[in-house]
Nanobody
């Protein structure tokens, strides 16, 4: 069974940085996935903010995070990272890593299309 293990959330002041990690655990090592980071702020719907295909050749960023957030990956560790810089209180949310089995060139940008979810990690940005 495939699981996504997240880490890296926390409390940071406005303008600060955090890096989230998401490791694919289980399943066949040859499997490939479309992956994304999706956040949910209190009282709001889940919102996809960044996505990538498995080979890293295609990425998507929500306009509000583009230029501040950056995806990267370590294929050997099957780990996806989200570097978040210049954080704003509006970025406060629970951040989820999500995946769906897909060919390595496929990019998915609809949150509802993902069927494997991490446990979520809280990011709180104080003003």
């Amino acid at each position: 069974q495939v699981q996504l293990v997240e880490s890296g959330g926390g409390l940071v002041q406005a303008g600060g940085s955090l890096r989230l990690s998401c490791t694919v655990s289980g399943g066949q090592t040859s499997s490939t996935y479309a992956m994304a980071w999706i956040r949910q702020a209190p009282g709001k719907d889940r919102d996809l903010i960044a996505a990538t295909n498995w080979d890293g050749g295609s990425t998507y960023y929500k306009p509000s995070v583009k230029g501040r957030f950056t995806l990267s990956r370590d294929s050997a560790k099957r780990t996806l990272y989200l570097q978040m810089n210049n954080l704003d209180p509006e970025d406060t949310a629970v951040y989820y890593c999500a995946a769906r089995g897909a060919p390595p060139t496929v990019l998915i940008v609809a949150a509802t299309a993902f069927d494997i979810w991490g446990q979520g990690t809280q990011v709180t940005v104080s003003s």
